[in-house]
T-cell receptor
C-alpha cells in the first residue's frame, strides 16, 4: 500500500513569490491534515479536511494561506505571498475512521524563503 | 501554554542502554497517547499508542501512561544505532479531535 505522497520535496523561493504544495493521501483515508513543522518543534496543525470539507482551519493564516481538497482526495496548500518566516517543513497526513485517530504522514515539503 | 510538554534533549546514549523519553500534559480530557519516530528529513511515523492509563509493549519499546500525574513515557530497551531519531509524543481526545504534538526529543545511540 502506498503511503502519503507529497511534492515537491524541496522548494526554494524568494519572498513575496507564491508557492503550492501537493498531497495525495493513502487510498480510502477520508481525513487529511496539513501541518507546519519548524526546526526543533513538533508538527502544528494548519487545517483538517473531512472529505471535501475543511472542518478545522482555525490555525491557518488566511491572509496568505489557502487550501483546497477537490473531490475529497488530493489536496493543495498555497502560500501567496510567501514571507521569510514561512520557511519550514509542510507535512501532510491522512487517517481513515476517527477512532484512535492514527495519522500517517508524508515525507513533507521543505520550504526555504530567501 | 502548550497542551503537551516534552524535554527536547538532545539525548545521547551508548548502544545497548535503556532509554527513557517523557512528556507531561495538563488536560485530563486526553485519552489517547501516541509516540511517533521521525528520522532526519522524513515524516513522523507512528510507533505505538496507548489508550488511557497503563503500559503497552511492542518488542523493545514500552509506552507507559500515568493519568493521575499526567505523565507519559516511552522506554527503549537494548537501544540500537538505528533508533537514532527524534521521538515525538502526541495526545488526542480521540475520535475526530486533533492531535497535539510535543516538541520532540532528539536521540542519538552511539555504537
Amino acid at each position: 500500500e502506498a503511503g502519503v505522497v507529497q511534492s515537491p520535496r524541496y522548494k526554494i523561493i524568494e519572498k513575496k513569490q507564491p508557492v503550492a504544495f501537493w498531497c495525495n493521501p493513502i487510498s480510502g483515508h477520508n481525513t487529511l491534515y496539513w501541518y507546519l513543522q519548524n526546526l526543533g518543534q513538533g508538527p502544528e496543525l494548519l487545517i483538517r479536511y473531512e472529505n471535501e470539507e475543511a472542518v478545522d482551519d482555525s490555525q491557518l493564516p488566511k491572509d496568505r494561506f489557502s487550501a483546497e481538497r477537490l473531490k475529497g482526495v488530493d489536496s493543495t496548500l498555497k502560500i501567496q505571498p510567501a514571507e521569510l518566516g514561512d520557511s519550514a517543513v509542510y507535512l501532510c497526513a491522512s487517517s481513515s475512521t476517527p477512532g484512535v485517530n492514527e495519522q500517517y504522514f508524508g515525507p513533507g515539503t521543505r520550504l526555504t524563503v530567501t | 501554554q502548550k497542551e503537551v510538554e516534552q524535554d527536547p534533549g538532545p539525548l545521547s546514549v551508548p548502544e545497548g542502554a535503556i532509554v527513557s523519553l517523557n512528556c507531561t500534559y495538563s488536560n485530563s480530557a486526553f485519552q489517547y497517547f501516541m509516540w511517533y519516530r521521525q528520522y532526519s528529513r522524513k515524516g513522523p511515523e507512528l510507533l505505538m499508542y496507548t489508550y488511557s492509563s497503563g503500559n503497552k509493549e511492542d518488542g523493545r519499546f514500552t509506552a507507559q501512561v500515568d493519568k493521575s500525574s499526567k505523565y507519559i513515557s516511552l522506554f527503549i530497551r537494548d537501544s540500537q544505532p538505528s533508533d537514532s531519531a527524534t521521538y515525538l509524543c502526541a495526545i488526542t481526545r480521540g475520535g475526530a479531535n486533533n492531535l497535539f504534538f510535543g516538541t520532540g526529543t532528539r536521540l542519538t545511540v552511539i555504537p
